[in-house]
C-alpha cells in the first residue's frame, strides 16, 4: 500500500473560474473540480499580495524531503507555512536535477540534456518569477534570454506551449500510463496555478485540463507519483512522500522565532 495519505476537508470550495479570473477573497485560493473520470485541485496564488518561494534544504544544508520539515523550520523563523506543492525533479539526493534559483541564487545551472525521461523530453522548460511576474518558457528561451530570475524551476515535459499540447512521445493520446501528477501555469503574469490530479490520468489529459479548462497558453510539468499539495486552511496535507525542491507560500505567523 502506498505511504501517500491525503486529508481532504469537508467544506466546499470556491470554483475554478473564479480563482483564474481573480475573484478569491484569499491570496491563495484551492478549488476542485472533476472532468470526466478525474478530479483536480488547483490552487490560484496571488504575486501581488504574496511571495512564493522554492525550498530544497534547510540552514544545516538537510533536504526537506517533507512539508512537515519545511514547516517546523519556517516556524522556528517565526514564520507560517500556508501553501506548498513538490516542486520539480530531483536525484537521489534530493538535489535538483535541474536549473534551481532560490532568493536570486543560482544554486544549479540549466540542465540542456535530451533524451528518454520526463525530464528530457522536449520542449522541457522552466517556471520561474521575475519581481511580481511569472510566467512559463522552454529551456531553449530561458538559455537564449537567460533571464535573472527571483526563483527558477526547470522541469519537463512542457505540457501546453503556444496554447497547444506538446507532441513529445509521452504526450500521446492513447498513452496507457496513468499516474498522479502535478503542474504548474501562469494564466496571467500576477496569478500562478498550481494544479495536481486527485487520481491518476495520463499526461495527454493532464495537459488538456490546463489548455482546455484554464485556458493556459504555457503550463509546466512538475513531477508524477509522488506529487503532493499542502493547503491546510482548506483541509489538504498530503504526507508520505519525500521531495526535492518544494514551492511554497510563507506568511509571518506565530512561530517560536529565535
Known amino acids: 500500500m502506498s505511504k501517500r495519505r491525503t486529508a481532504i476537508g469537508g467544506q466546499v470550495m470556491a470554483t475554478i473560474g473564479m480563482l483564474i479570473c481573480g475573484g478569491a477573497v484569499h491570496a491563495v485560493e484551492c478549488a476542485q473540480e472533476t472532468v470526466g473520470d478525474t478530479s483536480f485541485t488547483a490552487c490560484r496564488v496571488d504575486l501581488r499580495h504574496e511571495r512564493l ?3 530544497w534544504r534547510d540552514g544545516a544544508g538537510r533536504p526537506y524531503r517533507q512539508f512537515s520539515a519545511l514547516r517546523e523550520d519556517m516556524q522556528n523563523q517565526g514564520k507560517n507555512l500556508v501553501f506548498a506543492m ?3 525533479m530531483y536525484q537521489p ?8 534559483v532560490a532568493e536570486g541564487l543560482e544554486l544549479f545551472p540549466l540542465n540542456r540534456h535530451t533524451g528518454s ?6 520542449p522541457n522548460g522552466v517556471f520561474l518569477v521575475e519581481g511580481n511576474s511569472a510566467r512559463v518558457i522552454t529551456t531553449t528561451e530561458y538559455w537564449t534570454e537567460k533571464p535573472k530570475p527571483l526563483l527558477a524551476t526547470q522541469s519537463g515535459p512542457i505540457l501546453v506551449h503556444e496554447g497547444e499540447i506538446t507532441t513529445s512521445a509521452v504526450m500521446a ?3 496507457p500510463w496513468r499516474k498522479v501528477r502535478n503542474g504548474v501555469c501562469a494564466p496571467s503574469p500576477e496569478a500562478v496555478v498550481f494544479v495536481i490530479s486527485d487520481s491518476p490520468v495520463t499526461f495527454y489529459g493532464f495537459a488538456g485540463y490546463f489548455r482546455d479548462h484554464l485556458h493556459c497558453r504555457e503550463a509546466l510539468y512538475l513531477d508524477g507519483s509522488i ?3 499542502y493547503a491546510p486552511r482548506f483541509g489538504r496535507e498530503d504526507l508520505g512522500n519525500d521531495m526535492g525542491p518544494i514551492l511554497g507560500v510563507v506568511a509571518p505567523g506565530s512561530g517560536t522565532g529565535h
Open 86 to 88: 513538490n516542486g520539480g
Open 227 to 229: 506529487s503532493s499539495l
Open 173 to 175: 493520446p492513447n498513452s
Open 53 to 55: 518561494g522554492l525550498f
Open 93 to 100: 539526493n534530493f538535489s535538483p536535477v535541474g536549473l534551481f
Open 117 to 122: 525521461g520526463n525530464f528530457s523530453q522536449q
